[in-house]
C-alpha cells in the first residue's frame, strides 16, 4: 500500500498541530504505522489522499449511521448552509429534533442541545449537583465522558476510593469530588456510596464503548438504578455513543432502564457537531435561564448540526426494521471474525449491540476494564495493521468500538471476514 501522501501530510501536520492531530486517538500510536490522511469519503468507503480505497468500520467514531454522505443528510445540510450557518438565536429547527429525541427516548421531557458529548456530560453533572445538592459524583474505571477535568480519573490505590488526576494538569482538587468503581460490579458502587456519603449522581456508559464494547449486564443496571433510587442519588445515563446506535434509542428499552439524566451526541447530530443532555422536567427546569445553573454556548442547536440531525433521526423512526437489519449485519461480521481465530487457533471475545461491534484478544470474557487490560494488544496491532493494508479500517486501538452503518450489505461484510481469515493465518 502506497502511503506517501499520508506520511508527507502527516510529517507537515505535525510542525504545526501536538502529534498531527486535534483528537489523540487518531494518531495510530496504539497499533503503529500512519494514520491515514482522508480525502473524500462516500458511502462505505474512505478514500485516502493516496488513492487508497478503504470499507470503513470507524464511521467517524460513531456519527456517521447512515454512512458518507448520505444523499437526505447531505442534501439538508447544503439546504441549511444556504440559509446562514448559524445566529445565536433560536430556530425551529431546534425544537423539531428536540421533539424527535423525546418522542424515542422514554423519561426524557426537555432537552438541551450543545456542541460536543464532553459539554453534555459535564452540564449534566453540574445539574445533577445541583438538584442534589451534593458534591460527589460516581464514575466507572474504563467508561470515557469526554475530557472535562473532573472525569479525567482513574481508580486510586484501589478501587471504589476516590480517583487520581489521569491527566497532568488536573489538579488533585477538582478530581477530589469523583469516586470510581468497577464496571459490573455492584459491590464497588456501594462501596463507593459508603466512602462518600453525599453522592450526587452516578454516570455510567450503559452500553460502554471506550473500553472496547463491554455491554452491562442486566442485573448489574437494574441492581444500579435501584441504588441511586435508595441513595436519593440521579442516575445519568450518557448515551453519547450507544443513542441512537444500540437501538432506536438507545439502551434503555433493551434494558428496561430510564436515566434521570440522559447524555446524547453523537448520531443526533448526522455528522455535524453536537452534544444534548435531557431529563426529567423537575430536573431540567433548574437550567438557566428558567433555573439558577449556568449553562451557555455560541453555537449550541447549531441550525446545520440540528437540520442533518433531524433527518438521521426521522430515518431511524421511518425505518422499523433499521436496527435488526444492523444488528444481523454486526453478528455475521463478529461470528465470522470469531471463526477465523478459531481456525487459526486464536481466542477471540466478541460482543456486539445493534450496530456496535467489538472484539478483544483475550482468553477470558471482558465484564470491566480490568478484563479488558488483559487483552494481547500486541496481535490487535498486527491484525489491525494487515487488515488496513487490504482495505479494511478498523479502529485503530484495542479500546474502542467499531461501527456498521445502513449502507453496508453483507458482501462489505464478507470482504471483512475474508481479509480477518488471511490475516489472522499470517499474524498468528
Ligand atoms: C464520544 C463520547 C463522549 C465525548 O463526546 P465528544 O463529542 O467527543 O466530546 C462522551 N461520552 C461517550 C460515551 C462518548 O462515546
Not at 429547527?93 to 426524557?108: C, N, Q, R, W, Y
Amino acid at each position: 500500500m502506497n502511503l506517501t501522501c499520508s506520511l508527507n501530510d502527516f510529517n507537515e501536520a505535525k510542525q504545526v498541530i501536538p502529534g498531527g492531530v486535534n483528537s489523540p486517538v487518531r494518531a495510530f500510536r496504539a497499533v503503529g504505522g500512519t494514520p491515514l490522511f482522508i480525502h473524500h469519503a462516500k458511502g462505505v468507503h474512505l478514500y485516502d489522499e493516496d488513492g487508497n480505497r478503504f470499507i470503513d468500520f470507524v464511521q467517524s467514531w460513531g456519527p456517521l449511521l447512515f454512512g458518507h454522505c448520505d444523499t437526505e443528510i447531505e442534501e439538508a445540510i447544503i439546504e441549511a448552509v444556504k440559509r446562514g450557518c448559524g445566529y445565536g438565536a433560536p430556530t425551529t429547527l431546534e425544537t423539531h429534533l428536540a421533539k424527535l429525541i423525546i418522542s424515542l427516548v422514554d423519561g426524557v421531557d426537555k432537552i438541551r442541545f450543545v456542541s460536543s458529548g464532553t459539554e453534555a456530560t459535564m452540564s449534566a453533572i453540574r445539574l445533577a449537583r445541583a438538584y442534589t445538592q451534593r458534591e460527589d459524583i460516581i464514575k466507572f474505571e474504563g467508561c470515557y465522558h469526554g475530557h472535562s477535568d473532573s472525569l479525567l480519573v482513574s481508580a486510586g490505590s484501589g478501587l471504589a476510593t476516590f480517583g487520581n488526576p489521569s491527566s497532568p494538569g488536573v489538579p488533585k482538587s477538582l478530581t477530589q469530588h469523583t469516586l470510581v468503581a468497577r464496571y459490573n460490579d455492584i459491590d464497588s458502587v456501594k462501596k463507593c456510596f459508603e466512602a462518600s456519603g453525599k453522592v450526587a449522581c452516578v454516570i455510567i456508559e450503559p452500553i460502554a464503548g471506550n473500553m472496547g464494547l463491554v455491554p452491562a449486564q442486566k442485573d448489574f443496571l437494574k441492581a444500579l438504578k435501584n441504588l441511586c433510587e435508595q441513595e436519593g442519588a440521579l442516575l445519568i445515563l450518557d448515551e453519547v455513543m450507544s443513542g441512537f446506535r444500540a437501538a432506536k434509542d438507545g439502551s434503555q428499552s433493551f434494558y428496561g432502564i430510564q436515566g434521570d439524566l440522559t447524555t446524547f451526541g453523537k448520531v443526533i447530530g448526522g455528522g455535524m457537531p453536537v452534544g444534548a443532555f435531557g431529563g426529567r422536567k423537575e430536573i431540567m427546569n433548574l437550567l438557566s435561564p428558567d433555573g439558577a445553573v449556568y449553562q451557555a454556548g455560541t453555537l449550541s442547536g447549531n441550525p446545520v448540526a440540528m437540520a442533518a440531525g433531524i433527518v438521521a433521526l426521522s430515518k431511524i423512526i421511518s425505518n422499523p426494521n433499521l436496527y435488526d437489519y444492523l444488528e444481523t449485519l454486526a453478528n455475521r461480521l463478529m461470528d465470522g471474525f470469531k471463526m477465523a481465530a478459531q481456525e487459526n487457533g486464536i481466542l477471540l471475545q466478541t460482543a456486539v449491540r445493534g450496530s456496535m461491534f467489538g472484539f478483544f484478544f483475550n482468553q477470558n470474557p471482558v465484564y470491566n476494564f480490568d478484563d479488558a487490560k488483559c487483552s494481547d494488544t500486541q496481535m490487535f496491532a498486527r491484525f489491525h495493521q494487515a487488515c488496513l493494508e487490504k482495505g479494511i479500517y478498523l479502529a485503530c486501538s484495542q479500546f474502542e468500538t467499531g461501527f456498521i452503518s445502513a449502507a453496508m450489505q453483507e458482501e462489505h461484510i464478507d470482504m471483512a471476514i475474508n481479509v480477518a481469515r488471511e490475516v489472522l493465518a499470517t499474524i498468528k
